[in-house]
């Protein structure tokens, strides 16, 4: 066999240039993209071309800073690694690349802020970050790991403090971020989460398009409200759990993705819609005038909308007239994502919903282990006769499950009970199924009597089917085969079936 000649065995990468290797390696979390070092002597410098730096800490993973500081510490740090890791990848760009590659993204996320011990070295960073920084410089910086929403845990805690106050009261513990980052013209994101805004009288964003406001909860809804109105080129806005916010007013016509996650004080949202193409509300059950549209034409509804609730919706009639007023507001969407977890059956029965005449996309996520849940489903399918694409999200119940998988009532083939539909559920006589939808998806698929019972009627009665999708449970290990059987007995032949 002959050997491959010199032309052919030259390694073609390791002769790109510097930049473009930091770029390839830009693509790579920072952790791997530094092991490229150990290659070969033509890879040690490579890392400092690179222009993303992005590290994330475990959750948890600083459980034993108090130990670590009153026992243990001889200098004010965390025992977290990744500050060393943030530093060291900084560092490296400075001493390989001599600060003239642009640092194009900055993104961190911290388990935990310790005040003293961490700003030091974040105010070098932003310092180092803004001194490099690019034409267009991206930030994500999360100083806390948490869920948006604690609204469990704080249900019926008075919000302490005036809504329209900044006083520097109860704000120890959190990173006060500094002035001039609100004047960076090249700053094109913006994420924040767990921090204190303070933005100076004068701020300048001219080229912001992002922005990402998480869990600020001592900045007043003016500086807010400052902090958008000076981002004029600002095309998406996520407000996620900003407790002072009571009004807002986002009159950019460029907008085209808005989302209001657990504001819970929000009062009044005035948006102008005449190119937004998506909104997402997360929170209580709104007022009719929480989220007033601008701009956009009652023929023309919001292309994709995505609903969850942070409390429940009983079947009182003062309830059910209030989410399906609600509902009302996106009657005229295209797609809609509905989290239907907290919602009684009885939101979605037919009667008294919206007729959604331009849906084509439906996404439900939510448990589905309660018969009356069938109901619904065949009473928001009545209101959407041009429906295509049907998804259930199904939450995986894992006690459930187990006890499912362990007694092995599905574990072999044949243990499983029959499906048995009972007469009167109607499907049959859903015009989109009969007419229209074409791919049906169902993820965290566990087999559950109410879930099989559900997949029946879809698939048996979806006449033009193109595509099934189901996705089992993560521990539905010992049942896939014989569900998946059952499945293909119901679907219509030709439809193509795709089992994960």
Request: with cysteine; proline share 4%; glycine share 6%.
């Amino acid at each position: 066999m002959e050997s491959p000649s010199p032309s052919m065995a030259r390694d073609r990468i390791s002769g790109l240039p510097d930049d473009v290797l930091g770029h390839i390696l830009s693509f790579l979390p920072n952790d791997e993209a530094g092991r490229a070092a150990v290659l070969c002597r033509r890879w040690c410098d490579v890392f400092g071309h690179v222009h993303t730096v992005s590290f994330e800490e475990r959750e948890g993973e600083r459980n034993d800073d108090w130990y670590t500081y009153y026992l243990e510490a001889t200098e004010l740090r965390s025992c977290s690694t990744a500050l060393d890791r943030i530093s060291a990848a900084l560092l490296c760009r400075r001493r390989c690349a001599g600060g003239h590659v642009p640092l194009r993204t900055f993104r961190f996320a911290f388990d935990k802020f310790m005040d003293g011990w961490d700003t030091i070295q974040v105010d070098q960073w932003l310092s180092y970050v803004l001194e490099y920084a690019g034409q267009e410089l991206n930030l994500d910086l999360r100083f806390v790991i948490q869920p948006v929403c604690e609204h469990d845990r704080y249900r019926g805690a008075p919000v302490h403090g005036d809504a329209d106050s900044d006083s520097d009261e109860d704000k120890t513990g959190l990173y006060r971020l500094p002035r001039r980052l609100f004047s960076w013209a090249a700053l094109k994101t913006l994420c924040l989460s767990h921090c204190l805004l303070k933005p100076p009288e004068a701020i300048h964003l001219p080229c912001l398009e992002t922005l990402r406001l998480t869990n600020i909860r001592h900045d007043s809804g003016r500086s807010v409200q400052r902090l958008v109105s000076s981002c004029p080129r600002l095309t998406d806005l996520t407000l996620e759990a900003v407790h002072h916010l009571r009004t807002l007013t986002v009159l950019h016509r460029r907008l085209r993705r808005f989302a209001l996650r657990c504001c819970h004080s929000a009062k009044s949202i005035h948006i102008d819609a005449s190119e937004l193409r998506s909104l997402e509300y997360r929170g209580y059950l709104p007022r009719e005038s929480l989220v007033t549209l601008h701009g956009l034409p009652a023929s023309r509804g919001i292309p994709s909308c995505t609903l969850s609730l942070c409390t429940p919706v009983s079947k009182s009639a003062a309830k059910l007239k209030a989410f399906r007023r609600f509902l009302w507001s996106f009657a005229a969407s295209r797609r809609l994502h509905l989290y239907h977890r907290r919602l009684h059956s009885k939101c979605l029965t037919a009667d008294g919903l919206p007729s959604f005449l331009h849906m084509t996309h439906l996404v439900l996520q939510g448990r589905v282990h309660h018969r009356g849940f069938i109901g619904a489903v065949r009473g928001i399918l009545e209101q959407t006769p041009n429906l295509e694409v049907l998804s259930l999200h199904m939450a995986e119940d894992k006690e459930r499950l187990w006890e499912t998988v362990e007694s092995g009532r599905l574990g072999q083939a044949g243990d499983a009970p029959v499906v048995v539909v009972p007469d009167g559920w109607g499907f049959c006589k859903t015009p989109c199924l009969q007419l229209r939808v074409r791919e049906i998806n169902m993820e965290h698929y566990e087999g559950n009597e109410t879930q099989r019972t559900l997949a029946c009627l879809l698939y048996g009665n979806a006449i033009v089917l193109e595509r099934l999708r189901v996705i089992f449970a993560e521990k539905c290990f010992a049942v896939p085969a014989r569900l998946k059987e059952e499945i293909e007995s119901w679907a219509k032949d030709g439809s193509e079936s795709i089992f994960m």
